[in-house]
């Protein structure tokens, strides 16, 4: 066994802030912010992109080491401990505004990051358990509805118009999340409606997945609040939108105006590395358990993480993650830094 899975533990220093965060008064109630949306951005810009591919020795070797998996699945009681503190230091103290915008924020970071990034990888593993913990996961920040479109629908999709997870040249930040929240959960009904029907069986049915994940949803929400009262619960459901416009800020770097040509009425070109942005910047990449290299994730969606590979062929955005989301809260300056870069691919 190799150390080498332990530089994806790097992801390990965002719940350990927002412990400290919930432990915390003050400012320091926003250090997982701070090391998201400040510190991470600066140092990739220091440090640059690195383009080390590995060998096929070494690539057969990390596919075979279980231990890249147990560390995804740690992550699975982490988070559901991180929200239980959270839930129980902002029902229990006497905070000001400012501390429970903090701790908000700082539960919302590993919502995205780990509730819903993580869940995305355990979501594409072909065994029930993985999908189990990816959806324990999911059931964290009010999200179920994503292992359906996600897997069933954004994949499929990707780069058409009628992906809701696909941005449009020239769309901001803004109007994409407005659209992406809405048509991501009408698809996801959709699809599994359009399923039963073909089954010919009952939509409206306890057996359909949507209305058992809203079911599961409503019940965490029940729990909350007899348990902690309505502010935790209105927090929680921040927490939740939080974690998932993080994520949606994330779909909107990853395949801004990159789109699949249409071949005929209903028939779209197969889906290509040059429709997704890809970054090898280092944080970005191991917090996210390689998220950024994403080209080669579309290809290959079951692929374990550790294995995705990424090739300067590819689209490359100029910086990690972090510091792309940082931009796009700025239309003018997206467009400017990105369009130009859409012809080029």
Known sequence: MSLKFLKYGLVLILPISAWLSFSSMGWITFLPFVLVFVFFPLLELIIGAENKVLSRLELEFVSNDRMYD?????????QWFSLIFFL??????DLSWIELTGR????????????????HELG???????RFLAKALLASTSFLHFYIEHNRG???????????ASARKGESLYAFWLRTVRDSFKSAWHIVALQRKRAKKKVWSLQNEMIQYLLIEFLILTIILVLAGWMALILFLACSLTGILLLESINYIEHYGLRRSKWSEHRYEDVQPVHCWNSNHALSRLVLFELTRHSDHHMFPQKKYQLLENTETFPQLPTGYAGMIIVSFIPPL???LMDHRIEGT
């Open 70 to 78: 147990y560390l995804l699945y740690a992550q699975v009681p982490i």
């Open 104 to 119: 908000t924020t700082s539960m919302g970071i590993l919502c995205g990051v780990i509730g819903v990034n993580v869940a």
């Open 334 to 336: 997206w467009r400017r």
């Open 88 to 93: 129980w230091s902002v029902s229990t103290q």
């Open 124 to 130: 594409h593993r072909t065994s029930n358990s993985e």
């Open 154 to 164: 954004h994949h499929r999709n990707v780069g058409t118009d009628i992906d809701p």
